[in-house]
Nanobody, 115 residues
């Protein structure tokens, strides 16, 4: 069964950086699309960034230019480098992998950005 484990969250001051990682139990090249999503209390989960196998990346307007999604194929890991963080980035971040008609989610990691 496909398992995803998100890690790397924590507390950081505004303007700081964090790097999130998502360890996947299977070869990440087998997933057509992988991505990061985030959710805050009272709001729906929103897309942050996606990475298509052998194709383009895509970012939400709110993070474009600050966040970078990448795949480490040797480690079967999906990463999210987050720079210039602001309090508005505070959320639980979830990783997602999609293959054929199936989607798989990680457990989430908390990112808190203080003023």
């Amino acid at each position: 069964h496909v398992q995803l484990q998100a890690s790397g969250g924590g507390l950081v001051q505004a303007g700081g950086s964090l790097r999130l990682s998502c360890a996947v139990s299977e070869t990440i090249g087998s997933f057509s699309t992988m991505g990061w999503y985030r959710q805050v209390p009272g709001k729906q989960r929103e897309l942050v960034a996606t990475s298509t196998s052998g194709g383009p990346t895509n970012y939400a307007d709110s993070v474009k230019g600050r966040f970078t999604i990448s795949r480490d194929n040797a480690k079967n890991t999906l990463n999210l480098q987050m720079n210039s963080l602001s309090p508005e980035d505070t959320a639980i971040y979830y990783c997602k992998a999609r293959r054929f008609l199936n989607s798989y989610w990680g457990q989430g990691t908390q990112v808190t950005v203080s003023s």
